[in-house]
């Protein structure tokens, strides 16, 4: 069964760092386009950032360059998003999505086939 599980999410205060990771089972993730995305409540979901498969080029929100890092290890089959600087408006459910054979990040929500089920991130003084 194909399943992308991402963990790391909690409550940071303003200045906090986090690192999110998202594991893929059941297909081989060195071989997708994988992408990360963030909804806060009452708001559209919007991407973060986002990494081509075989990590060919990398995307950035405007809101987050400089302080988030998308990577990816191939042997766990994880892909991971180091958050630094954490800002209140980071807050939000944060997603991780993967799409077969894309050889540029993939942007937009219509543009994955597969999703986790998101991991909480909180910061607040």
């Known amino acids: 069964q194909v399943q992308l599980v991402e963990s790391g999410g909690g409550l940071v205060q303003p200045g906090g760092s986090l690192r999110l990771s998202c594991a893929a089972s059941?297909?081989?993730?060195?071989?997708?386009?994988i992408g990360w995305f963030r909804q806060a409540p009452g708001k559209e979901r919007e991407g973060v950032s986002c990494?081509?498969?075989?990590?060919?080029?990398?995307y950035y929100a405007d809101s987050v360059k400089g302080r988030f890092t998308i990577s990816r290890d191939n042997a766990k089959n994880t892909v991971y998003l180091q958050m630094n600087s954490l800002k209140p408006e980071d807050t939000g459910v944060y997603y991780c999505?993967?799409?077969?054979?894309?050889?540029?990040?993939?942007?937009?929500?219509?543009?994955?086939?597969?999703w986790g089920q998101g991991t909480q991130v909180t910061v607040s003084s």
């Open positions: 999505a993967a799409q077969y054979g894309s050889s540029r990040p993939l942007r937009d929500l219509y543009e994955y086939d597969y």
């Open positions: 059941g297909f081989t993730l060195d071989y997708y386009a």
């Open positions: 990494l081509s498969s075989g990590d060919v080029s990398t």
